[in-house]
């Protein structure tokens, strides 16, 4: 599979403090990666180095197989878009308004505009104005905007961070719309479950370091206690053993038709982080 992003021993030092240390991984294309940290963890300037804004103190950054160093010219930048905070949009202007000021701005045919705009439901909405939209669809138009151009790779700094669970759902379900066609994202979170519902891969990030890297499932199989949740059809879950020592009593309670569901009892990735890290995703 091809590496659209490769990072070697990277490290960043920002006068006497450590951003980043000794960080390593590879996005393959068509990946979505997550990058999960509190606050302070470093996800941030990794984006920034990893799309030309920073330059790293330390270790290698490529992008596209090309050094980060060299990110700034117009046909790197082309294939990539970078969601962050900071907004950029004519508040007093519809959305319509402000797409087309962009469409204009990156030489992008106007109708590209209802496409992206379809792409993350807001096609209906088009004619509102900007400063009457929720946070929600402000969010949506600015991930809109971030498409216009069709990038490749989409770096999305805590796309959901300020979004009730309504509104964040529909960001998520953008970015699998965008997923499916191949588009490789780069996500950083501190949102557990979104990076459960959204990533092939998530890295913990703690104080500048990866602590862990791997596929969700595998990291929860890993950190399973190796017992078994029994959910029995009067509501009551009783937790057994796995293996021989538990196997008499699953019995008895399948003997017995009562078992409604069975599954390993495995932690979520924000309780493997606290026992990683020692500390909350927060
Ligand atoms: N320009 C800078 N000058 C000095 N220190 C910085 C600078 N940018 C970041 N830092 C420090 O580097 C560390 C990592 O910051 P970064 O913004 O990458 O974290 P983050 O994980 O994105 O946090 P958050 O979730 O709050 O956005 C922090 O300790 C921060 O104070």
């Known amino acids: 599979m ?36 509190p606050s302070g963890s470093g996800k941030t300037t990794t984006i920034k180095i990893l799309t030309g804004q920073l330059l790293q103190t330390s270790g290698e950054a490529e992008v596209f197989g090309v050094k980060n160093s060299a990110l700034n010219k117009g046909s790197y930048r082309k294939r990539i878009g970078v969601l962050s905070d900071n907004s950029g949009l004519y508040q007093r202007l519809s959305i319509e308004d402000n797409m087309k000021l962009y469409c204009e701005l990156y030489d992008v045919p106007k109708k590209r505009m209802d496409e992206v705009l379809d792409l993350v439901n807001l096609l209906e909405e088009k004619k509102k104005i900007v400063s009457k939209l929720s946070k929600g669809m402000t969010q949506r138009v600015l991930l809109a905007r971030t498409l216009l151009h069709e990038p490749e790779l989409l770096f999305l700094d805590e796309p959901t961070s300020a979004l009730d669970p309504a509104n964040s759902k529909q960001i998520h379900e953008g970015l699998r719309r965008l997923n499916e066609k191949g588009i490789t994202i780069f996500l950083t979170t501190h949102d557990m479950s979104e990076a459960e519902t959204l990533c092939n891969r998530v890295a913990f990030l703690n104080k500048g370091k990866i602590q862990l890297l791997d596929e969700p499932k595998a990291l929860r199989r890993k950190f399973a206690d190796g017992t078994l949740i029994v959910e029995l059809k009067d509501g009551r879950v009783v937790q057994v053993p796995g293996g021989a020592e538990g196997a008499d009593e699953v019995y008895t309670y399948m003997s017995k038709n009562e078992i409604a569901s069975i599954h390993s009892n495995e932690p979520t990735l924000g309780d493997i982080f606290v026992e990683i890290t020692g500390r909350e995703l927060v």
């Open 2 to 37: 091809e590496n659209i992003i490769q990072v070697k021993n990277l490290a960043k030092i920002f006068g006497n403090q450590t951003a980043l240390e000794n960080v390593n991984f590879n996005v393959a294309k068509g990946e979505t990666f997550g990058f999960l940290g």
